[in-house]
């Protein structure tokens, strides 16, 4: 009967077996001492009345295996249900038209499902499941796809059980009610393939490409860059590209949008701490704080250290004047004598780091000067520049380091488009934390 006809029941999602109800069940594995999945399926269609078939993925390397036993078992009168996943594009459109050509051929022994558009979940099972004439069944459960590789090729490993009842059988029969009735799964309709076939040779397509660009990316990230300054770019990209795809708060818009109002409030802040009393930790904290605790710098655990930075306010702040006053003077100075000006004030204060440090130049000027911590090190090294710290901290990055970064992290911005370092830290911090 249809399964589109059958009444959904509510049976237990675990069935217990009665020792006298089974009579079988063993381990079945692809290996050259012992028959594969091919030639355990293939074996399981003489006689059988009924099959159940719920693969994830099938591939004519798979399905052109059981086609002939297939087919004369449908001669014998043989009732078929296919249900066939679509998730990832790894189901192939020919076998989808050779399984839609027995539903027309046999329209009153052979069904063949599809994953539903609205689905919520991945499909996923391998089930092989027969019922006979006598009520007994037989099922290969287990890793086992419509593939080459699932049934011969590769290390895969079901259990094949033999029950004198149907109890399991009637399980999988009533899942795929259930599946089709809250649309996870539908009957497979001319469109939806038509659409599927469209979508598959274009996701094909760029599957081919990404896995060339991956490893020619894993091949030549290798390498430093060229001397001519030449930057490695297509991990950046392809995470840059997913990063701008992403509609949530880690996204690039949203990120974008956040740095720049948190740029705004880290000038506000250094403002403050450079012109206003900070003789107290209490006076040096009203400012520091908000900087540190994620309405100014981006960089995370900054608040951690924040009462021992305002034990030496008046220290910090000296460097922030002496800083704004040589960029008056010189709006174009280099990174080399910023980050040598600014490290002669906080090398004395503890956990005042280069992230500090770097976040405090970064908001005198986000075109020139980089934040330089252990994320934009890591995403500085996707563009092939491993040269620097894994943990950058004042006594392992000289002013000389610093600039050498700045420069080459200019270099990587520009070629990925980017407005300015700012939206450079983003990218390096969803390439460490998210992607």
Same mark, same amino acid.
């Given at each position: 009967?249809?399964?589109?006809?059958?009444?959904?029941?509510?049976?237990?999602?675990?069935? *217990?077996?009665?020792? +006298?109800?089974?009579?079988?069940?063993?381990?079945?594995?692809?290996?050259?001492?012992?028959?594969?999945?091919?030639?355990?399926?293939?074996?399981?269609?003489?006689? +059988?009345?009924? #099959?159940?078939?719920?693969?994830?993925?099938?591939?004519?390397?798979?399905? *052109?295996?059981l086609?002939?036993?297939?087919?004369?078992?449908?001669?014998?009168?043989?009732?078929?249900?296919? &249900?066939?996943?679509?998730?990832?594009?790894?189901?192939?459109?020919?076998?989808?038209?050779?399984?839609?050509?027995?539903?027309?051929?046999?329209?009153?022994? %052979?069904?063949?499902?599809?994953?539903?558009?609205?689905?919520?979940r991945t499909?996923h099972?391998?089930?092989?499941?027969?019922?006979?004439?006598?009520?007994s069944?037989?099922?290969?459960?287990?890793?086992?796809?419509?593939?080459?590789?699932?049934?011969?090729?590769?290390h895969? %490993?079901?259990?094949?059980?033999?029950?004198?009842?149907? #109890?399991? +059988?009637?399980?999988?029969?009533?899942?795929?009610?259930? #599946?089709?009735?809250?649309?996870?799964i539908?009957?497979?309709?001319?469109?939806?393939?038509?659409?599927?076939?469209?979508?598959?040779?274009?996701?094909?397509?760029?599957?081919?490409a990404?896995?060339?660009?991956?490893?020619?990316?894993?091949?030549?990230?290798? !390498?430093?860059?060229?001397?001519?300054?030449?930057?490695?770019?297509?991990?950046?990209?392809?995470?840059?590209?997913?990063?701008?795809?992403?509609?949530?708060? !880690?996204?690039?818009?949203?990120?974008?949008?956040?740095?720049?109002?948190?740029?705004?409030?880290?000038q506000?802040?250094?403002?403050?701490?450079?012109?206003?009393? &900070?003789?107290?930790?209490?006076? %040096?904290?009203?400012?520091?704080?908000?900087?540190?605790?994620?309405?100014?710098?981006?960089?995370?655990?900054?608040?951690?250290?924040?009462?021992?930075?305002?034990q030496?306010?008046?220290?910090?702040?000296a460097?922030?004047?002496?800083?704004?006053l040589?960029?008056?003077?010189?709006?174009?100075? !280099?990174?080399?004598?910023?980050?040598?000006?600014?490290?002669?004030?906080?090398?004395?204060?503890?956990?005042?780091?280069?992230?500090?440090?770097?976040?405090?130049?970064?908001?005198?000027?986000?075109?020139?000067?980089?934040?330089?911590?252990?994320?934009?090190?890591?995403?500085?090294?996707?563009?092939?520049?491993?040269?620097?710290p894994?943990?950058?901290?004042?006594?392992?990055?000289?002013?000389?380091?610093?600039?050498?970064?700045?420069?080459?992290?200019?270099?990587?911005?520009?070629?990925?488009?980017?407005?300015?370092?700012?939206?450079?830290?983003?990218?390096?911090?969803?390439?460490?934390?998210?992607?």
């Amino acid at each position: 009967m249809p399964v589109t006809s059958i009444q959904s029941v509510n049976l237990a999602r675990t069935v *217990t077996l009665t020792a +006298a109800a089974v009579s079988t069940t063993q381990l079945l594995v692809n290996s050259s001492k012992a028959a594969d999945h091919i030639v355990g399926v293939e074996a399981l269609f003489q006689n +059988a009345t009924q #099959l159940d078939c719920m693969v994830a993925f099938a591939r004519l390397s798979g399905y *052109t295996k059981l086609e002939a036993t297939l087919g004369a078992a449908l001669d014998a009168g043989l009732s078929v249900r296919f &249900v066939v996943g679509l998730d990832f594009y790894h189901t192939e459109p020919p076998v989808l038209e050779a399984l839609f050509a027995l539903m027309e051929l046999y329209p009153d022994q %052979f069904e063949l499902f599809i994953s539903g558009p609205k689905r919520t979940r991945t499909f996923h099972p391998k089930v092989y499941a027969f019922q006979y004439a006598d009520a007994s069944c037989k099922m290969v459960v287990g890793s086992a796809n419509l593939t080459a590789g699932g049934l011969s090729l590769n290390h895969e %490993f079901s259990l094949f059980t033999e029950s004198s009842d149907c #109890l399991l +059988a009637d399980q999988v029969a009533s899942e795929i009610a259930d #599946l089709l009735q809250s649309g996870e799964i539908e009957v497979a309709a001319r469109e939806r393939l038509d659409e599927y076939a469209r979508r598959h040779k274009i996701y094909a397509l760029h599957n081919r490409a990404a896995k060339l660009n991956a490893e020619a990316d894993c091949k030549s990230s290798r !390498s430093a860059p060229s001397s001519n300054g030449a930057v490695y770019l297509p991990t950046l990209l392809s995470i840059l590209t997913l990063m701008k795809a992403d509609q949530t708060q !880690s996204g690039f818009i949203a990120q974008r949008n956040a740095r720049t109002r948190r740029h705004a409030n880290a000038q506000g802040y250094l403002n403050g701490l450079r012109t206003q009393a &900070v003789g107290t930790p209490g006076q %040096f904290l009203a400012y520091y704080e908000p900087l540190v605790s994620g309405l100014g710098w981006h960089s995370g655990g900054l608040q951690r250290g924040k009462n021992i930075v305002a034990q030496q306010g008046e220290v910090f702040q000296a460097g922030l004047r002496d800083l704004y006053l040589r960029m008056q003077a010189n709006p174009k100075l !280099s990174a080399e004598d910023a980050y040598l000006l600014l490290h002669a004030y906080l090398s004395s204060i503890p956990r005042a780091g280069t992230n500090v440090l770097t976040e405090a130049l970064h908001t005198f000027d986000p075109l020139r000067f980089a934040v330089m911590n252990q994320n934009s090190v890591n995403g500085m090294a996707l563009a092939g520049y491993r040269s620097f710290p894994e943990k950058p901290n004042k006594s392992s990055v000289d002013s000389l380091l610093y600039a050498d970064f700045c420069s080459k992290a200019r270099r990587v911005c520009a070629a990925l488009g980017l407005a300015n370092l700012g939206e450079l830290d983003a990218l390096f911090n969803y390439a460490y934390w998210v992607a």
